[in-house]
């Protein structure tokens, strides 16, 4: 096997402007985080990480105790979401896999939502059933609105023909208000 000198990579990381933002990739059981900086994770994850109820539900309901917040317990923290969503609204797809996109702030997002749609829309979220796909505003994130577009993934992987969105919406609705009552 040949080697790759050290100096070629060196300059192909300056010249394709790898020595910039890099996006990260970072799998858990059943989501997978694309975000731009570890920082920018931890800090949504530790807005989003359950309170003390929360974590003692989790326990009673999914079986497991919550990780720490950091390092690898991050994927948990959503996997437990994502379950949660699915009980709540009684559609459970254990093999179902999706991918949060974790944008910087709005107008990232904003441009995400453009080039997918070729619409304008100020959303501080937004589900893309192609790629399967929750793209979020990391500044904005709540867990409400995440288990909101969870909900959008569910239901749009649940049924072989999709609900009308008037009903999805009002479904994801009651996710939305069920998870941040604090019914986590």
Same mark, same amino acid.
């Given at each position: 096997?040949?080697? +790759?000198?050290?100096?070629?990579?060196?300059?192909?990381?300056?010249?394709?402007?790898?020595?910039?933002?890099?996006?990260? +990739?970072?799998?858990?059981?059943?989501?997978?985080?694309?975000?731009?900086?570890?920082?920018?994770?931890?800090? /949504?994850?530790? %807005?989003?990480?359950?309170?003390?109820?929360?974590?003692?539900?989790?326990?009673?309901f999914l079986g497991?105790?919550?990780?720490?917040?950091?390092?690898?317990?991050?994927?948990?923290?959503?996997?437990?979401?994502?379950?949660?969503?699915?009980?709540?609204?009684?559609?459970?797809?254990? =093999?179902?896999?999706?991918?949060?996109?974790?944008?910087?702030?709005?107008?990232?997002?904003?441009?995400?939502?453009?080039?997918?749609?070729?619409?304008?829309?100020?959303?501080?979220?937004?589900?893309? =059933?192609?790629? %399967?796909?929750?793209?979020?505003?990391?500044q904005a994130a709540?867990l409400g609105m995440?288990?909101?577009?969870?909900?959008?993934? /569910?239901?749009?992987?649940?049924? +072989?023909?999709?609900?009308?969105?008037?009903?999805?919406?009002?479904?994801?609705?009651?996710?939305?208000?069920? +998870?941040? %009552?604090?019914?986590?």
């Amino acid at each position: 096997m040949k080697t +790759v000198p050290a100096c070629l990579i060196f300059c192909l990381l300056i010249f394709s402007g790898g020595a910039e933002a890099v996006q990260s +990739v970072s799998p858990s059981r059943r989501i997978t985080m694309d975000y731009d900086s570890r920082e920018q994770l931890d800090q /949504v994850l530790a %807005r989003l990480a359950p309170s003390a109820l929360g974590q003692a539900l989790n326990r009673v309901f999914l079986g497991t105790p919550e990780p720490t917040t950091g390092g690898p317990g991050h994927g948990a923290i959503l996997d437990r979401l994502f379950q949660r969503v699915q009980m709540i609204l009684d559609m459970p797809r254990p =093999q179902l896999t999706i991918t949060i996109r974790f944008h910087d702030d709005a107008r990232g997002l904003q441009q995400a939502y453009q080039t997918l749609s070729g619409l304008h829309a100020s959303t501080p979220a937004f589900y893309w =059933q192609k790629t %399967r796909t929750i793209h979020i505003n990391s500044q904005a994130a709540t867990l409400g609105m995440l288990a909101h577009e969870m909900a959008h993934a /569910v239901i749009d992987n649940y049924f +072989v023909i999709r609900p009308p969105g008037k009903i999805a919406e009002m479904l994801c609705q009651f996710v939305d208000k069920e +998870v941040s %009552r604090g019914n986590l």
